[in-house]
């Protein structure tokens, strides 16, 4: 007998938009401040490809990314007459997240929100939708779809709370790449790593879905050959956390990822500069880019960052670490926040000392932000220190989202946008690139 047919609708709430609108406006004149942003925003959702994957034959499946919409689009989705729509939200567009998912529950049709916001605050999720996925989704999603077919769907979800949704790299499936019109995008998706091990008060992605996991090189190497079936010389980025933790796995990694024709860019702490041979492998992959997140521009602003002090002990070893990891013609853009209660306003000369000392060739400022599901989260909560009762929209990086300690709220805007202002002129951020070109140059020449 054949098998009903079911459709879902999956829906990634791409795009971030910068509450701040005084920021707004120095930004958009500012090259190289909205660009990490544009590229974040432009990426394809890896968890709802992968949940495609997992979707039974009886089920059609459509991908639907909305940034900017309109009622026609809504109306569109809901003409399709989805059995279900999922929808995968970061915190900073959740409240719209949860308006369009009540507007199609208005309509009779179900709606399932997965992503980090919901796996924080389920409670929160379940005034908005049907059901809630807390955690990773891949293992869950089966039983969900299988519960949408008997008119069971239960509220929530979770393999934070059970374990037989634990899932495990072993039994991974390739993401459903063929659903993405490929010439949309200018980057795609790969996890090869998921969490991390080091515990940062602010970090949310490090375990808010999963504890760290690798996954195993020969389903890397079938991911990757799926990713040049449809696109001949792809750019990857890495949905990874912390990509280079385990440097013997790495290895492998980098091994294979040099015998394919394409560029790359992945997260890492500063650990990847202390091993000559992984910078070696590295530059052989064709990395471009790696992204490290070294916080803060002093060591004592560093004690606390992470539970066992790993990055105030590696301090003194930043600027050298930079200039080691792009002597191998690796590009470092180098992360630094600003707010913590460490502190003072002093931070901002430091941070722009720092920056004009080094030779990071890209560089990322974003204010400290208490996302659900972090230490920092609890703690501003617990101190009655959070601003704006659920205003998610502001969960930017860009925006000011607590009452800081050493600073009011428009002090820390203020000199936040002046910074900003400063380490992203025009001539700063053509200077940062002619540098890191001629530390090209000098690599070419030491190899003739
Ligand atoms: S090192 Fe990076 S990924 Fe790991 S916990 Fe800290 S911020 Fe998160």
Same mark, same amino acid.
Not at 177 to 185: A, G, H, N, T
Not at 239 to 246: H, L, S, Y
């Given at each position: 007998m054949k098998k009903k047919q079911y459709k879902v609708i999956l829906i990634s709430m791409s795009g971030v938009r910068v509450y701040n609108k005084k920021l707004l406006e120095v930004g958009l004149t =500012?090259?190289?401040?909205v660009d990490r942003s544009k590229v974040i925003a432009s990426l394809p959702s890896l968890g709802l490809l992968t949940l495609a994957a997992y979707t039974p034959k009886n089920w059609t499946v459509i991908y639907k990314e909305l940034d900017a919409y309109t009622e026609d689009d809504l109306a569109n989705i809901e003409q399709e007459q989805p059995d279900l729509i999922a929808f995968s939200s970061l915190t900073a567009r959740i409240n719209e997240t949860y308006k369009i998912s009540r507007l199609f529950r208005s309509k009779g049709i179900k709606t399932v929100i997965g992503g980090l916001h919901v796996s924080a605050l389920p409670e929160e999720a379940l005034n908005y939708a049907d059901a809630i996925v807390q955690g990773e989704g891949e293992l869950i999603w089966q039983q969900l779809l299988a519960d949408v077919e008997h008119n069971a769907l239960a509220q929530l979800y979770s393999s934070l709370k059970n374990? #037989? /949704?634990? /899932?495990?790299?072993? @039994?991974t499936v390739i993401p459903r /790449?063929? =659903? =993405?019109? &490929?010439? #949309? /995008?200018n980057r795609i998706t790969l996890q090869t790593t998921r969490g991390c091990p080091l515990h940062c008060s602010f970090c949310a992605a490090s375990r808010t879905i999963s504890s760290y996991k690798k996954k195993p090189i020969a389903q890397i190497e079938r991911e990757l050959n799926k990713v040049f079936e449809i696109w001949d010389k792809p750019f990857i980025e890495l949905? @990874? @956390?912390?990509?280079? &933790?385990?440097k013997k796995w790495a290895k492998d990694l980098l091994k294979l990822f040099a015998n394919y024709n394409m560029k790359w860019f992945t997260e890492s702490d500063i650990s990847l500069a202390y091993d000559d041979e992984l910078l070696e492998l590295l530059s052989k992959s064709n990395c471009s880019q790696v992204l490290i997140g070294f916080e803060s521009t002093t060591a004592n602003s560093l004690k606390g960052i992470d539970r066992t002090n790993w990055k105030f002990k590696q301090f003194d070893k930043y600027l050298k670490a930079i200039d080691k990891i792009q002597s191998y013609g690796i590009s470092v853009n180098g992360c630094f926040i600003l707010g913590f209660d460490s502190h003072t306003k002093e931070i901002f000369k430091e941070t722009e000392q720092f920056i004009t000392d080094s030779n990071l060739s890209e560089v990322q400022l974003t204010l400290l932000t208490p996302f659900p599901g972090t230490d920092l989260y609890k703690q501003y909560k617990k101190e009655n220190r959070l601003l704006n009762n659920n205003l998610w929209e502001k969960y930017t990086l860009f925006d000011v989202t607590f009452i800081p300690k050493n600073f009011s709220v428009e002090e820390l805007e203020n000199e936040f946008q002046a910074l900003m202002t400063k380490i992203y002129a025009e001539e700063v951020v053509k200077k940062r690139k002619s540098i890191f070109r001629q530390t090209l140059k000098n690599k070419i020449l030491s190899r003739q």
């Open positions: =500012l090259p190289g401040f374990k #037989k /949704y634990i /899932y495990h790299f072993d @039994d /790449y063929d =659903l =993405l019109d &490929i010439s #949309k /995008y949905a @990874d @956390d912390n990509t280079f &933790i385990d």
